[in-house]
Each structure stands twice: as structure tokens, then as C-alpha cells.
């Protein structure tokens, strides 16, 4: 079993930052991708951030120079984003994925957290 916590969500006014952090435990042989996503109301669910296992990243457009995506120097299973300049229409519930190898020989499998919800307002 895998799992993922978030944390990190709350009220922000337009312009400030908040990070973001997830931990991913549970039966882990290794981690090929961890990253965020988001779902506004409304809307479909959409791409924030992925970094792979080889520390390439990748985001969506709308987040593109505001947000950074990174994992913990240390521990391996955690990631955070760094959202800065955020924006009313950041405002969404912020969902942490991970690819994730859970026997040796197996393929990757998706695995979700509950997310967390970040809202952008003065």
C-alpha cells in the first residue's frame, strides 16, 4: 500500500506564496515521478508540476515561471511546490501524484493523495 499526505494549504492574498509539501510512504521499491496537480471548481483537473527520478521538471503553462517544483535532498519520498505570485484564479484543491514502483520487475503505478485545498483571496 501507498500513500500520500499533503500539506500545506490555506488562504493566501494575491501575490503572496505558500509551499506546498508531500510525503509518500508505504511499500516502495522506487519513485519515478512525483508531481501536482490541480482541480479548480468546475474544471478539469490539470497539471501543476512533475520532476522525475533524474530531476527533470516539467509545468503547466498557467504556473510557468511562478511555481518550482523540488524534492528533499535527503528523503526522497518527499516533494514540495513552491507557489509565488499567486493569482484568484491559483485558487484550487492541489492534489500531490507519484509514480510509483512498488516491487522490483513491476511497472510504475499512479497513486493520488486527498489533496489540498490552496485559495487565492484579498
Known amino acids: 500500500q501507498v500513500q500520500l499526505v499533503e500539506s500545506g494549504g490555506g488562504l493566501v492574498q494575491p501575490g503572496g506564496s505558500l509551499s506546498l509539501s508531500c510525503i509518500i510512504s508505504?511499500?516502495?521499491?522506487?519513485?519515478?515521478?512525483m508531481g501536482w496537480y490541480r482541480q479548480a471548481a468546475g474544471k478539469q483537473r490539470e497539471l501543476v508540476g512533475v520532476?522525475?527520478?533524474?530531476?527533470?521538471?516539467?509545468y503547466g503553462d498557467s504556473v510557468k515561471g511562478r511555481f518550482a517544483i523540488f524534492r528533499h535532498n535527503a528523503a526522497k519520498n518527499t516533494v514540495f511546490l513552491q507557489l509565488n505570485s499567486l493569482k484568484p484564479e491559483d485558487t484550487a484543491v492541489y492534489y500531490c501524484?507519484?509514480?510509483?514502483?512498488?516491487?522490483?520487475?513491476?511497472?510504475?503505478?499512479?497513486?493520488w493523495g486527498r489533496g489540498t485545498l490552496v485559495t487565492v483571496s484579498s
Open positions: 501524484n507519484s509514480e510509483v514502483v512498488v516491487t522490483s520487475g513491476a511497472n510504475g503505478m499512479d497513486y
Open positions: 508505504g511499500s516502495i521499491f522506487s519513485i519515478n515521478t
Open positions: 520532476i522525475t527520478s533524474g530531476g527533470r521538471t516539467e
